[in-house]
Every structure is written in structure tokens, then in C-alpha cells.
């Protein structure tokens, strides 16, 4: 039997802050969760940009783009044209993404998958504004990262121990908490 070669996925992947120091680590959780995205949906020949940036200039992007002054994990830009071989841009800021990740308990980079994939679902017509666009889309979410065993990102974390439990942790100030929406 002769394999056929499925359309190639041109992804241009730009680092544009120091604090992702593992460049070539996150590089290949990005591009690996994009590509699994992209075969489970069976996308066509196509070609995104991925950008990891950093708060500040993602704050800058979500601020002019959609008017919100606040940072946040991921914004997806597509092009909106169903017919073109560039399905847009994603871009991922490195600080929300580790204070989310420490926040719910979980991996960096199982994090940082779940967000490309989100950003991707974004530029192929996916949405959460509505209850049952948000079900579907993270129905996708779950089957592409279960492909990639990362665990379910919307089963809630565990307790760290029975002794957290009992004691409440202490709130540190943080100045910044209030103005960064957990989910774009």
C-alpha cells in the first residue's frame, strides 16, 4: 500500500523575548502541538506565524486589537478568508502562561500546548463565545491533547496535600493579579 503525503503545515515561529531561555524546548512543544491540531482537523496545506513574546507586548497587542489594557495567554489573529493559505498568527506571552501554569498545578509546556492549540482552533474557525461553541471547542482541545498525553485542561488540579488543605495559603499582593484575564 502506498502512503500518500498529507499537505505540509508551514509554521514560522518567532521568539521575540528572552524569557523564553529554552527557545529550542518551547519551539518544539509549540510546533508539535500545532501540528497534532492541525492533522486532527485535517487542515489543508497551510502556513501560520507563532510569536512568543512576553506581557508587555502582548498587553500592547490585546489592548489595540481588542481594547482590553491587560495582558493575557494567547491571542489569535486570523485572516478570516477560508480560501487563503495563510491561516494568521498566534501569539503566547511567556509570564502569564508560567503564572497560570504554577497557579493551576500544572507542567509549563503542558500548558503552553494546550494554548497553541487553542490559538490554532482560533484560526480555523473555532470560537467560545457562545456555551455550545465553547463545548466544541474544547472537545477539540481534549482530543488533540489526549493524542499528545496531556492531560484534560479543564479537570480541575488537585489539592497539593491533605496538610494544604487545612491551611489556607497566604495571598501574596500582587498588583498585577486583577488586570490579567485568565482565559483570552
Do not use: C
Request: aromatic share 4%; net charge positive.
Amino acid at each position: 500500500m502506498t502512503r500518500v503525503a498529507r499537505p505540509a503545515l508551514t509554521i514560522d515561529l518567532l521568539v521575540v523575548s528572552d524569557r523564553w531561555n529554552d527557545v529550542k524546548r518551547w519551539r518544539s512543544v509549540v510546533r508539535r502541538a500545532v501540528t497534532r491540531a492541525a492533522a486532527a482537523l485535517s487542515t489543508k496545506a497551510a502556513e501560520l506565524g507563532i510569536v512568543l513574546t512576553d506581557d508587555s507586548a502582548i498587553r500592547a497587542l490585546n489592548r489595540d486589537w481588542r481594547g482590553i489594557d491587560a495582558a493575557t495567554n494567547v491571542l489569535a489573529f486570523p485572516t478570516g478568508n477560508a480560501a487563503a493559505k495563510h491561516l494568521g498568527d498566534i501569539v503566547l506571552s511567556f509570564e502569564t502562561i508560567a503564572r497560570e501554569a504554577r497557579s493551576e498545578r500544572k507542567p509549563f509546556a503542558h500548558h503552553l500546548a494546550h494554548l497553541a492549540v487553542h490559538g490554532f482552533l482560533h484560526l480555523v474557525g473555532y470560537d467560545h463565545e457562545q456555551p455550545g461553541e465553547a463545548l466544541e471547542m474544547e472537545r477539540a482541545e481534549r482530543e488533540i491533547l489526549r493524542a499528545l498525553a496531556i492531560p484534560d485542561p479543564y479537570r480541575p488540579s488537585r489539592p497539593r496535600s491533605s496538610a494544604a488543605r487545612r491551611r489556607p495559603e497566604r495571598k501574596r499582593a500582587d498588583k498585577h493579579t486583577a488586570k490579567h484575564p485568565r482565559k483570552p
